[in-house]
């Protein structure tokens, strides 16, 4: 919205949030509401069955209601955001002559859309509304359905940063991106530098582009500002501040990364509690020179997360997805972390990727553990190990190696396009790893991990909690809304 032309950003646009458990009548009520002549959605793989749910819903209202103003009831419909860019990649290579609207195969979702962005947005969005608002059916026959964006260069694009609220900034994570795109070519990932590619119809090179520096550290100074200032008014209490970089790799340009970790650290300085602060990185563990670690070693406590990918330490897995792997050196910078930071370390690893097994998957998990807890005698840093489950998303490589038979695996058709068995690993095993991960969510990485090292002597942790895990969800029949209680209660029995 901030790079629409500031004529509409003051006085005809709406900014609407909701949650993804908040009712779909007060969603559909509030869309209502505001009569739009333009309704845009962002769609991620999180929001997809939601969006249809919501846009379902609203089609019915708008076919029973009289526009307002001699305007017709239901607004031209946009569909934008990570999940249309890859189901238009997935769509067209399925179907590359299809004019593709009478087609059965056509996502649900480009059913109820009048346009489908693919790419980013911010420049085509505001060319499309222009077009609209003068005459949609010229904008129709001009555009068609599906319209390509090009990369944007992020010096072309306004900052977003004064659009949050005041309520924003005292109750949500403050997201900040510093640089789009990614390097690497990881095969499961919306951001790789190949994503879109297989198809082999649109020119998919996303090399990563930075946002002008000085600029966006003005426009960080001044969002801090701001939210030391009014973002703690009104005597509400508020917990630690959290500021997430949305940048893919941050660390990839380590003297402009050194620049903003300076920056941040300058920050966190001398805060009263109230205005605690912490930053947000996603890393690769690949890039990690002297002085990095020396500038991340200055960190109070509390003040920094780091998200490390690991993904899997597999090196025959990684070479199958096209993921650059050194486990050892892996290893080593989680190490370093763990004993020479503040930081709050968060590690990925994905079940179901090309040639791993459930022994592999285990033999990594546990490799992870013992880098982040040191063994049994030292008290760690705080940390979350996250296991996942892969997704076959539309528009990335590994959907479409599952697709041409490629990566002999099935998967969900639908939205979030999780695996469901692999030719390594059995329904029966990704199942188990899936009651694994909830337990380990409930039970460590929401909780104190220490707490839990008396219950797991000694290594491995994988087996150990995998055996637990099961055994939970025998004694409750299922592993959410349990109460935390009976949680602790039944953990005391089994260890
Ligand atoms: S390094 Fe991370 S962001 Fe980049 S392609 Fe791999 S998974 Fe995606």
Known sequence: MANLPPDFIAENCTILEFALRQPLA???????????????????????????????????????????????ARPVIVLGGPEVTGLVDAFTAAFPAASGMQSEAIPALFRYADFVIRGEGEAVFAELCRNILENPAAAKEKYGKFIDASPVHPAAIRSAYDLYSDEDLRRKLIYVEASRGCPYTCAFCQSAANAGEQNQQFPAVHPVREFPLEEFLYNMERLLQRSSEGGTGNNVPVKTKTVKFLDRSFNINIPRALRILEFCLVKTAGLKPENALQFHFEMVPSVFPAELRNMLALFPPGSLRLEIGIQSFNTQTCALINRNSNPEQELEVLRFLREKTNAVIHADLIAGLPGEDIVSFGRGF??????????????????????????????????????????????????????????????????????????????????????????????????????????????????????????????????
Request: net charge negative.
């Open 26 to 72: 007060e969603q559909t009520a509030a869309i209502l509401a505001e009569t739009p002549e333009i309704l845009a959605l962002s769609v991620s793989v999180w929001n997809h069955a939601a969006t249809l749910e919501l846009l379902g819903a609203l089609e019915e209202a708008w076919s029973k209601t009289d526009g307002a103003d001699g305007r017709p």
């Open 366 to 495: 546990d490799s992870l553990w013992t880098a982040l807890t040191g063994g049994e005698n030292i008290t760690p840093a705080p940390f979350e190990i996250q296991p996942g489950i892969l997704k076959c998303l539309p528009g990335t490589l590994i959907y479409a190696m599952a697709e041409s038979g490629g990566f002999a695996v099935k998967y969900s058709k639908t939205a979030p396009y999780e695996v469901i068995e692999t030719d390594c690993l059995f329904a029966a095993d990704m199942e188990k790893i899936k009651n694994f991960a909830r337990f380990w969510e409930l039970i460590v990485n929401r909780r104190a991990a220490f707490r839990l090292l008396p219950l797991l002597p000694g290594m491995p942790v994988f087996d150990r909690f995998m055996e637990l895990s099961q055994k939970l969800l025998n004694r409750f029949g299922k592993n959410w809304g349990i109460p935390k209680n009976a949680l602790e209660d039944a953990v005391g029995d089994f260890t």
